[in-house]
T-cell receptor, first 115, second 114 residues
Framework: EAGVTQFPSHSVIEKGQTVTLRCDPISGHDNLYWYRRVMGKEIKFLLH????????ESGMPNNRFLAERTGGTYSTLKVQPAELEDSGVYFC?????????????FGNGTRLTVT | GENVEQHPSTLSVQEGDSAVIKCTYS??????FPWYKQELGKRPQLIID?????GEKKDQRIAVTLNKTAKHFSLHITETQPEDSAVYFC?????????????FGKGTLLTVNP
């Protein structure tokens, strides 16, 4: 089966610009999660979708971040306007059932650099 | 909320030696503890996990121990090989609660020198 895919793999943007990250989960996985790792720190939870519904967005840093999952398939995470502290690696993960009741599969991540 | 501390941040060993990475957690309700390995530029992958009703679990050269009383768990890699070089993350979660998101440690960069 195809794994979790993320696009782009890298993005370099200037402060104030907008960036949209995309995640395609494993087919049939209703649960989709976004995590972020800022340089040298822990991987932190951002939010969790079940199908198209946001179950938990308590980890979203602020209102500059907007996540969507229209139709319950792929998801996008938009940062607008980007700030320097948004730099990091953004991971998407999916699971068939709510984790940890089924394994969590991560994508390769999108490395975002804001200059 | 949960807080996970992981040590050391970097670890360098000779091929064939053992490596131990330790984590502590703060929330006594946490009951599931996975370990992820992330090779350079690749995705984090689950390598082993343990639930709170078990004290130790082993899978070939990898083992995890859990001490619920002390709220710490450790990853043990024996007979290390160069391909074990990666960043290792521990994590904790309460699988029975409404807060099911993983809380990760900061990661350990393991380097196995040939």
């Amino acid at each position: 089966e195809a794994g979790v895919t993320q696009f782009p793999s890298h993005s370099v943007i200037e402060k104030g610009q907008t960036v949209t990250l995309r995640c395609d989960p494993i087919s049939g996985h209703d649960n989709l999660y976004w995590y972020r790792r800022v340089m040298g720190k822990e991987i932190k939870f951002l939010l969790h979708f079940v199908k198209e519904s946001k179950q938990d967005e308590s980890g979203m840093p602020n209102n500059r971040f907007l996540a969507e999952r229209t139709g319950g398939t792929y998801s996008t995470l938009k940062v607008q306007p980007a700030e320097l502290e948004d730099s990091g690696v953004y991971f998407c993960a999916s699971s068939q059932f709510r984790h940890p009741n089924s394994p969590l599969h991560f994508g390769n991540g999108t490395r975002l650099t804001v200059t | 909320g949960e807080n996970v501390e992981q040590h050391p941040s970097t670890l360098s060993v000779q091929e064939g030696d053992s490596a131990v990475i330790k984590c502590t957690y703060s929330d006594s309700a946490s009951n599931y503890f996975p370990w992820y390995k992330q090779e350079l530029g690749k995705r984090p992958q689950l390598i082993i996990d343990i639930r709170s009703n078990v004290g130790e679990k082993k899978d070939q050269r990898i083992a995890v121990t859990l001490n619920k009383t002390a709220k710490h768990f450790s990853l043990h890699i024996t007979e290390t090989q160069p391909e074990d070089s990666a960043v290792y993350f521990c994590a904790a979660v309460n699988s029975g609660g409404s807060n099911y998101k993983l809380t990760f440690g900061k990661g350990t960069l393991l380097t196995v020198n040939p």
